[in-house]
Structure formats: structure tokens, C-alpha cells
């Protein structure tokens, strides 16, 4: 008897006009501003000739407008669909949701924090096998001066909103939870700049010796920080490394949510 061959399932078929018309909207959308039928056609590898009923067809729906110029955009109705799914959106419940995948991919900790007023609050937590000794807890607030997650706020808030916070703790006036070392103003502001600029913050063995952390922000559609997704876990064990999988996985995550949530990165 001959080996049974077992065939792959096919995967559904689907209607390629229909995503042939989605990829000239993601490109309409991706350009930023109203494009010329030559240089849209141009960036779908496509002739303006095939390119042309698409748009006639999607003028005819109010999904694309043409300016007074003749140029292309998305129109009304694309507006409607975009804000219906905004409505429908809420940046807290997407995370707790795809958080456990997170956690259980990496074996560490997940801590999702929202800006309280008592600074970055702790609202979810999502513990790993290997469970750290610390005091992140739901309802726990992290320090701004001495935290990825507090790096990350103060780096993607108005300085008017987190500057009470950072001035207490630097004063003193705060006392921190941990006995840690004095901080720079100069070092903190330096590491601020960073999180700005590369989207993150890694803090190694700080505030707690032998806990280590990474921290991204999470967007909404108005490039306004919702929360911040923190991977917390044993200095030994994560990887810090800027080209390491676990900062490489968290920005995947995070870059996911914002664009779900509606950001368009670099607009």
C-alpha cells in the first residue's frame, strides 16, 4: 500500500479586485496628503489606466475625493469608517487582552500602566512562570526619576504634567520606595531624551537590585501616550540588548496597539 498523502488545507479565496481597491486606500492614506493619479499609480507598480476605474469606483462610494486640483484623497466616507472604528477601540482593553500571549512568549512579568495622579499607575499585571520578589503590584505607582516606566511618561507627556512629580522625587520631598542612590537631574533628563528618541527605556537593576526592565509607550490616533507596557523580570534571565528579542517583540507589541488604536507613526 502506497503512503497516504495528506493534502494541506487550502487557504480561503478571497476577491482580488476587492484587495487590489484596499491596497490603493492604504496608499492613499500612508501618503499624507492628496497624490496626482501618475504618482499613486506609481506607488502601487500600477498603470494609471487600471488605476483610473478604481478611483471612479471609489469616488462613486464617497470613499475618495478628488481636489480642486484634480489630485486624489480619501473622502467622507472613509472618515466615517475610520472613526467608527475608533469608537469601538479602547487602548486598556486591547492590552489586557493581548498581554498573556506577551507574557507567556517572553517568561517574564508584563505590567500595563496608565498616568494617575500620582504618576505612572499600575492597572494590570501579567506574572510569568518564573515570578520576581517586588512591589509591583495593581493599584502601585512607579517612580518617574528611577523607572523605564516613568522614563517613558515623562518622555511622551507635557514636562508641565510630569515636572511636579520629577522636582518631588529629585527634592526628596517624594521619598522613594527603595533605598536607591541619589539621582542626577542631568543623567535623568539624558535618559528621558533617549526614550523620546528611540521610542523605549531600559533600566538595569534600578530601583530594585537584580530587577531589570524594559518600557514603550502606547499610542491613541492623536499620537497622545495611553499607557505604557512594561516587561519586568531577574537581571540574569532577560535580554537588555538593544537588539535582543525581548526589546524587538515589545516594540512589535506596542507599535501594533498604537496602530490599531489609530496612530500612524512619523505623521
Known sequence: MGEEVTSKPRAPRGVQSIET?????MALAQAGGPLKLRDLAEALGMAAAQLHPYLVSF???NMVEQTETGQYQL???ALRLGLTRLRNQNAYRETIRR?????????LMVAISVWGLHGPTIVYIEEAAARIHSNVAVGGTFMLTATATG???TAFLPRSTTDPLVQAELSGAQPPLYAIPAISEAAFRADVRDAGRLGYSITRDAPIPGVSAIAAPVFDHT????LAVTIIGPTNYIDLSKDGATL???LVFTKALSSDLGHIEDA
Open 21 to 25: 481597491g484596499g491596497a490603493i486606500l
Open 59 to 61: 469616488r462613486n462610494i
Open 75 to 77: 473622502g467622507p466616507f
Open 99 to 107: 498581554v498573556p500571549d506577551l507574557a507567556e512568549e517572553l517568561g
Open 151 to 153: 522614563k517613558v511618561f
Open 223 to 226: 499620537g497622545t501616550i495611553q
Open 248 to 250: 524587538s517583540r515589545l
